[in-house]
C-alpha cells in the first residue's frame, strides 16, 4: 500500500526567498505524484504532477518538484515566493495498486512573511 | 461557472440530527469523490462513485450514505450526527477512475455538530 510523508508540518519563509516543501512517498510499484494547494477557505486545486517521463516538472505559479526514484521523494520548490503563496500544501500519491484511491499527505503550511 | 459546486457552505446543528449535503460538477467528468478533512488538514477519502457505481467505500461509519442519482451529482446524507463528524467536507470529481487523473474540489461544506 502506499503512503506519504510530508516531512514539515509548517514552513515559515520571508517573502522573496527561495522555498523547498519536502515529500517522501512509499510504494512497491510504479507512482504517481501530486502537488495540491489550498488556500484558506478554499478547496485544493492542482499545482503540479508527476505521471512519466522527465522528473523535472514545473506547475502553476512558478513551482516546479522534481521526482527522485532512489530517494522515494517528490520535493516542492519555488525560487522566491510572495506573500499570496500562503497556503497549505499537499502531496499525494496514487499507483496501479492503490484500488483507485489518492493519498494525501498531512499538508505543509507555508506561511510568506514580509 | 463554478467547476464543482458544494451546498450548503456551512452546516451548523445538532447532535443526532440528520443533515446532507449536496455536491454537482459541470465538467462532464466520470468520477466523483467525498473526503473529510479534520481540524488538523488532514485529508482522508470516503467514497467514490463513478458513473453512479460505487467503487470506494472506506471504513466510515454506515451513518454516512452517499447517493449518486447522475453521474454530475454526488449527494452525502449523515444520520444521527455525532461531534466527531465535525469538519469540512469536500467534494471533488476527475474525469476517469485513473491513477493519472487531476481531482477537482469544490469549495468545502463546513460542518459544525454542538
Known sequence: AQSVTQLDSQVPVF???????????????????????????????????????????????????EFNKSQTSFHLRKPSVHI?????????VSDLTGGFKTIFGAGTRLFVKA | ??????????????MGNDKSIKCEQNLGHDTMYWYK???KKFLKIMFSYNNKELII??????????????????????????????AVYFCASSLGTGETDTQYFGPGTRLTVL
Open chain 2, 57 to 86: 467505500n472506506e471504513t466510515v461509519p454506515n451513518r454516512f450514505s452517499p447517493k449518486s442519482p447522475d453521474k454530475a451529482h454526488l449527494n452525502l446524507h449523515i444520520n444521527s450526527l455525532e461531534l466527531g463528524d465535525s
Open chain 1, 15 to 65: 517573502e522573496e526567498a527561495p522555498v523547498e516543501l519536502r515529500c517522501n512517498y512509499s510504494s512497491s510499484v510504479s507512482v504517481y505524484l501530486f502537488w495540491y494547494v489550498q488556500y484558506p477557505n478554499q478547496g485544493l486545486q492542482l499545482l503540479l504532477k508527476y505521471l512519466s517521463g522527465s522528473t523535472l516538472v514545473k506547475g502553476i505559479n512558478g513551482f516546479e518538484a
Open chain 1, 84 to 92: 499570496s503563496d500562503t497556503a497549505e500544501y499537499f502531496c499525494a
Open chain 2, 37 to 39: 478533512q479534520d481540524s
Open chain 2, 1 to 14: 461557472d463554478t467547476a464543482v459546486s458544494q451546498t450548503p457552505k456551512y452546516l451548523v446543528t445538532q
